[in-house]
């Protein structure tokens, strides 16, 4: 059997139960309205029962800020990592950057120094060759 309750907790229409409880909505808020009949008497067994939804809700609820702050530290620490390997990568990018500006200056010189030895061994090779 369902929960006499459910419906009417949801705002979802009037319901009564068989303990002497009746709710209904209350136009078009979020606003309940709760009528206890005292004739059924059994209203101890139910403030008892809410009492223990309530205490139920408060741990769910503090369970969720918990997780919340948890995953809200993870998440800073995780961007700290994040900026901390950006500015590694930016300073081996800016270092391999430069490396490369200084090793291709060398292999220009280099090009240029084998390029003038190839001359000067072609002009003495036919200096040499026309004797």
Not at 7 to 34: C, K, W
Not at 71 to 97: E, H, Y
Request: hydrophobic share 35%.
């Amino acid at each position: 059997m369902a929960n006499p309750h459910r419906g009417a907790l949801y705002g979802q229409g009037p319901s009564r139960s068989r303990e002497g409880l009746s709710t209904r909505s209350v136009g078009n808020s979020d606003e309940i309205q709760l009528r206890i009949d005292p004739i059924h008497g059994d209203l101890d067994e139910e403030i008892d029962g809410l009492r223990g939804k309530i205490k139920q809700l408060k741990t769910v609820a503090q369970e969720i800020e918990s997780e919340a702050k948890f995953q809200n530290d993870f998440i800073s620490q995780l961007q700290m990592t994040l900026i901390k390997a950006q500015a590694g990568v930016k300073n081996n990018m800016r270092r391999l950057n430069k490396s490369i500006i200084q090793k291709g200056s060398n292999h220009v010189m280099h090009v240029v120094l084998f390029a003038l030895l190839c001359f000067f061994a072609v002009y003495f090779w036919s200096k040499f060759s026309r004797r």
